[in-house]
């Protein structure tokens, strides 16, 4: 026996969605405007079903579905490389949107990203056999940082997260580790672009890229360097 799953997705019109997904490097391999708006779209394994539906509000929806995958850092690349070229950068907010690459507390590297029909994709790769969300930390930091990045990719709640972040970079009587100071930064700068604040982001790049690192240090933060790039870009 041989079966798949194949979610079939909502939006208020096809083409906004069929051109997110062109640029994603998906083919179209089907689509009909009548006796109702369907269309297919296809990338290696990946094949996703759309329908219309007129009095749709892509931004109240909660529509979902998972894509795993066994080079979750080859697809965000090619996705953010084609979101780029398509839009002249990678949206960040609004729809569509597409987030950060990150270490999940619950055994997955992942990231999120949301069409045009406000369908959220969540594309994983596993990094332990064990799925379930670990503890969070007791020491101050690293569970602001925990919750933080919950909120921030897993719920898509970055004020949320920006009200986590705030309150421990302004503790007086506990001081962060560089590393951990540049993980909070990061993690502020990119909630504050995605809630339309490009002052605050702006303040928390500039002293996120002052922080200096030991190698060392630089390699057990690959991911955070990389997203502050990304964000000074």
Do not use: W
Not at 33 to 50: C, D, K, M, W
Not at 128 to 133: I, P, T
Not at 182 to 197: E, I, N, S
């Amino acid at each position: 026996m041989s079966e798949t799953t194949i979610p079939i997705l909502p939006c208020r019109t096809l083409q906004p969605v069929l051109d997110f997904y062109s640029a994603l490097g998906f083919d179209v391999t089907f689509q009909q405007t009548s006796p109702n708006p369907y269309a297919v779209v296809e990338r290696g394994g990946i094949q996703l079903h759309f329908f219309g539906m007129k009095r749709y509000e892509p931004t109240e929806s909660f529509s979902t579905c998972y894509v795993r995958t066994d080079d979750v850092d080859g697809l965000h690349q090619a996705f953010r490389a084609g979101l780029a070229a398509r839009y002249g950068r990678v949206p960040t907010r609004g729809l569509p949107r597409m987030g950060a690459l990150r270490d999940t507390s619950h055994g997955m590297r992942q990231f999120l990203m949301t069409d045009p029909g406000g369908n959220c994709i969540r594309v994983g790769q596993p990094t332990s056999e064990d799925l379930h969300h670990r503890p969070a930390p007791k020491e101050t930091f690293a569970r602001a940082l925990h919750y933080a990045s919950l909120f921030a990719d897993s719920r898509e709640d970055p004020a949320a997260a920006a009200k986590v972040l705030d309150q421990v970079l302004r503790l007086q009587d506990e001081r962060p580790t560089p590393v951990q100071l540049l993980r909070l930064l990061v993690l502020r700068a990119d909630v504050a672009r995605r809630l339309g604040d490009e002052e605050l982001a702006v303040s928390a790049l500039s002293r996120a890229a002052a922080i200096h690192l030991t190698a060392e240090e630089r390699d057990s933060v690959e991911d955070d360097l990389a997203r502050l790039k990304q964000l000074r870009a």
